[in-house]
Structures are given as C-alpha cells and as structure tokens.
C-alpha cells in the first residue's frame, strides 16, 4: 500500500525549486484560512517505529501572520476563484 503523506525527500525536491532567500510559511486550516511562521523542525518515531518529520510554528505571539493570501487559498483549492461583482454607474445627487 502506498502512502499519501508527503515525504521529507518530496519537500526537498520541490523546495529545491524555490527562491532559497524567500520567508517560509504554513497555511493552516482551510475552514478559515491563516499563515503562519515556521519555527522548528523535529524528527522522532511514530507508534509504529517509523521516522516522522515535524515542521512546527512557533511560541511567539507573531507566529501566526494572518489571514492567508486569497490567491493563496485558491492555489490550494481551499477557496474558489471569486470575481468582483460588475460596477453599475454611479447615481448623481439628483438620481439621474
């Protein structure tokens, strides 16, 4: 059986293709959407004796950034694409 998890090496190889001097951030919850800052990574054993890789945000108060970029949301398909509504004229004081 094959894993659906995200593995260290596949983190790595698409890292890898990213600016190297860009801040990493989490996006977290796609019920309400919020980035976060990355603090710490910790390697152990789960239950089964297996290794896992945590990437965990940090104890600061400004650990979490806010709400996450819309487009951001998007890319992740946490959100779909929303379009302004089409702008009407605008009515003068005498409504014309």
Same mark, same amino acid.
């Given at each position: 059986? $094959? *894993? *659906? &998890?995200?593995? #260290?090496? /596949? #983190?790595?190889?698409?890292? *890898?293709?990213? /600016?190297?001097?860009?801040?990493? =951030?989490?996006?977290?919850?796609? @019920? @309400? !959407?919020?980035?976060? =800052?990355?603090?710490?990574?910790? &390697?152990?054993? /789960? &239950?089964?004796?297996?290794? #896992?890789?945590? +990437?965990? $945000?940090?104890?600061?108060?400004? *650990?979490?950034?806010?709400? +996450? ?10 959100? #779909? !694409? ?5 702008? =009407?004229? =605008? ?6």
């Amino acid at each position: 059986m $094959e *894993s *659906s &998890e995200m593995t #260290v090496g /596949d #983190v790595i190889d698409l890292l *890898s293709a990213c /600016d190297r001097t860009a801040p990493l =951030r989490l996006a977290m919850n796609p @019920f @309400f !959407p919020m980035a976060h =800052r990355p603090a710490q990574i910790v &390697e152990c054993r /789960d &239950e089964t004796g297996r290794p #896992v890789v945590y +990437l965990a $945000e940090g104890r600061d108060t400004d *650990s979490q950034l806010g709400h +996450l970029l819309p487009e951001v949301a998007v890319a992740l398909t946490w959100q #779909v !694409p929303v379009q302004a509504p089409p702008r =009407r004229p =605008r009515r003068t004081a005498r409504g014309q």
